[in-house]
């Protein structure tokens, strides 16, 4: 498979040239979509060797990951591994998740955490296995972690998905609409990463849209029964 890194960021110059030069140890290319930072993540990102589409103002995650996505599709590319520029995702992981993408019928692979969670805060553990359990039950097919952002997504998928959230919920959102149209997720084990930083997780609107994901994926599902 011919692979990008798309990486997502927002203000994250002191961990995103790192990413990309281990991201470009094991993919084709790296795409940095730099989501209206004010600080100096393009051209760091640039600098070590990513492409980089900039959005002048801060649109939201799932709208950086479409621009990624369309870009990755116009250049044809047969996957995207997405991860965070943060450093929370370890790139050096990257080859456990085109392992299991070398299997015809799997057509997205998470880099699943919950195997590790001594780390992880308490709130994440039991959000991430709430989250998993709706997941799970509207795409058809058991997710442990289905709000990692560390995932290889085939071109297939691309194609055939459409996103239409702007931040977050467009993660869980992927796996919901691919599942419903009969492609298949596989997990991997990784590591939990976490530098002790703010999350950028809104816990209030993030929790809303998700709910209102929830409720508008049941609805489409019980219309199509």
């Known amino acids: 498979m011919r692979t990008l890194a798309l990486i997502p960021c ?4 002191t961990a995103v040239a790192d990413v990309v030069r281990g991201c470009l140890r094991h993919t084709d290319g790296a795409l940095v979509v730099d989501d209206g930072s004010s600080d100096a993540t393009a051209s760091r990102a640039r600098q070590a060797g990513a492409v980089v589409i900039r959005h002048p103002e801060n649109r939201g995650k799932g709208v950086a990951l479409n621009a990624g996505y369309d870009y990755a599709v116009r250049e044809g590319y047969d996957a995207v591994i997405t991860l965070d520029g943060d450093g929370q995702h370890d790139p050096s ?7 299991a993408a070398a299997a015809p019928d799997v057509h997205i692979v998470l880099g699943c955490r919950m195997g590790d969670v001594e780390d992880m805060p308490a709130i994440r553990r039991w959000t991430n296995r709430t989250t998993s359990r709706f997941v799970s039950w509207l795409s058809g097919q058991e997710i442990r972690d289905s709000q990692t952002g560390f995932r290889l997504i085939k071109r ?11 931040n977050y919920d467009a993660e869980p959102e992927i796996l919901i609409k691919a599942g419903r149209k009969g492609f298949r997720v596989a ?14 997780i809104h816990p209030v609107l993030d929790t809303w849209r998700f709910i ?3 409720a508008v994926s049941w609805w489409n599902l019980r219309r199509r029964r």
């Open 212 to 214: 209102r994901l929830v």
């Open 10 to 13: 927002y203000n994250e110059e």
């Open 187 to 200: 997990e991997v084990p990784v590591a939990t990463i976490y530098h002790g930083g703010k999350s950028s």
């Open 93 to 99: 992981e990257i080859p456990k998740l085109l392992q």
């Open 156 to 166: 297939d998928v691309l194609e055939a998905v459409r996103c239409v959230t702007r």
